[in-house]
């Protein structure tokens, strides 16, 4: 089994920063892809960035410029580094892996973190 362990959501002030972080443990054999999705109120869950095992990065338009995603490989752990926050930013944050467990190698699984609440203050 495989657990996504997220940690750094809180309250900020509008043009504030967080760092969020995303643990993989378990019986992980290959990482794909890490990213973060998001969730505001009331609104469908959208991808926010994601990284390849290539460290290929792809943002949704709406943080360009100010989130940046990277991964420690030797930790399976997948940052996000969110700067100049806006209150459009307020949402649930989820992180995503698509890896290859050691049980099925031969196929990609998707896994899910519990989210982690992130609140911007006006």
């Known amino acids: 089994q495989v657990q996504l362990v997220e940690s750094g959501g809180g309250l900020v002030q509008a043009g504030g920063s967080l760092r969020l972080s995303c643990a993989a443990s378990?019986?992980?054999?290959?990482?794909?892809?890490m990213g973060w999705y998001r969730q505001p109120p009331g609104r469908q869950r959208e991808l926010v960035a994601r990284?390849?095992?290539?460290?290929?990065?792809d943002y949704t338009n709406s943080v360009k410029g100010r989130f940046t995603i990277s991964r420690d490989n030797a930790k399976n752990t997948v940052y996000l580094q969110m700067n100049s926050l806006k209150p459009e930013d307020t949402a649930v944050y989820y992180c995503n892996a698509v890896l290859r467990t050691k049980v099925t190698w031969w196929r990609d699984t998707e896994y899910w973190g519990q989210g982690t609440q992130v609140t911007v203050s006006s």
């Open positions: 378990g019986s992980i054999g290959s990482i794909n892809a």
């Open positions: 990284i390849t095992s290539g460290d290929t990065t």
